[in-house]
């Protein structure tokens, strides 16, 4: 086999750059898409392949459900680009029929189904990939380079705050389509968890602003609910003596744009955001060039692809991202019972490994 064939679940934006990840890749094909709307469908169909125009292209079948995908025999791979609630059951449907499954983070809403999704693409000897991109940006990247310029870190710091006015009524900002905040942006845990290892206990907080219905304006808010805003924090300590302090906001209740991830240790500290960093020690502050973000979809794509087709190893393995998952399902808890948990589950130790069509 020279091409993977791809069937994509959604037409949102990570289904947007999966699709042009996978159109600009000679190795890789479209085959259809799925969507909840046939015109939007159609018509991403199309704008996708406008859009890249590398070459002559054949147009994708724009298809009304992802069920539709399920049956196809020219489709080796699907691509699950929905909201989080939804990563379970499909993930699900498409290792039972035998595709391989590439899915946006997090793999389920809770941890007990992701472990037995894994369970499940390891008996069907399917590969499943959970996409955390994070891991390839330059900011991660920097960061993980110049770690051992600080000598011996014990703090970490990373906020990441996004004011809207008004805030939109969509999935991101429904407490059981996203899930709990750090579950639904599960790349803050794993970027803490990727740099510092195994964590040893948590502690969170959460507050939610609820989006009042002019027909019942109570103010109490329920975890299916929508809101208006939400401001998480939580607590790791890791078993090597870090502790990291995530901050997680978004919604009209926040005023200013932060996105700054600081670590400090005993011979110096990293400042960074996503287009500029620095480090300092003593008097010294030195630039630190950030690399792009751009093209992180593509690099993930292709990774995929060439594991698909050769067995090249991925640059990481879906337990690390079940391990974050259990992670952020502990700071769930915490904030739930307003306790700290300690974490029991083993850190995965494992090298990435490859896959090949079959």
């Not at 289904?15 to 018509?43: C, F, K, S, Y």
């Not at 400042?271 to 500029?276: F, I, K, M, Y």
Request: with cysteine; hydrophobic share 40%; glycine share 6%.
């Amino acid at each position: 086999m020279t091409q993977i064939r791809w069937g994509l679940i959604g037409t949102g934006f990570a289904a947007t750059r999966r699709a042009e990840a996978i159109v600009r890749d000679p190795n890789a094909q479209l085959v259809a898409v799925a969507g909840r709307h046939p015109e939007r469908t159609a018509t991403f169909c199309q704008t996708v392949i406008d859009g890249v125009r590398c070459g002559p292209e054949v147009l994708p079948v724009p298809l009304d459900h992802w069920r539709s995908l399920l049956e196809r025999d020219d489709i080796d791979v699907i691509a699950v680009c929905t909201i989080p609630s939804d990563h379970a059951e499909q993930v699900h449907a498409s290792l039972t029929h035998d595709k391989h499954t590439v899915v946006e983070y997090p793999l389920a809403i809770d941890p007990a189904t992701a472990c037995d999704l894994l369970a499940l693409a390891r008996s069907r000897d399917r590969l499943l990939h959970v996409e955390h991109i994070e891991l390839l940006g330059g900011l991660h990247r920097t960061a993980v380079d110049h770690l051992p310029s600080v000598g011996k870190p014990y703090y970490a710091r990373y906020v990441t705050l996004l004011p809207k006015h008004p805030a939109p009524r969509r999935w991101s900002y429904h407490g059981a389509e996203f899930g709990f905040p750090f579950v639904g942006a599960l790349s803050r845990v794993m970027r803490m968890i990727d740099l510092f290892g195994a964590v040893d206990r948590v502690s969170a907080s959460v507050r939610y602003w609820p989006q009042v219905d002019r027909d019942d304006p109570s103010p109490s808010f329920a975890a299916e609910d929508y809101y208006t805003s939400c401001l998480c924090r939580g607590v790791l300590e890791f078993q090597n003596g870090v502790t990291a302090d995530l901050i997680y906001g978004k919604g009209d209740r926040v005023w200013t744009m932060q996105n700054q991830f600081d670590v400090l240790g005993d011979r110096g500290a990293l400042d960074l955001e996503p287009n500029q960093g620095w480090l300092i020690r003593n008097d010294e502050r030195c630039e630190l060039p950030i690399g792009t973000r751009r093209g992180m979809f593509a690099r993930d794509t292709e990774m995929v692809t060439a594991t698909l087709l050769k067995g090249v190893p991925l640059y990481m393995q879906p337990e690390q991202s079940l391990y974050a998952l259990e992670v952020a399902d502990a700071l769930r808890r915490s904030a739930q019972q307003n306790t700290p948990i300690s974490l029991d589950v083993p850190m995965p130790q494992m090298k990435p490994a490859g896959k090949t069509v079959g």
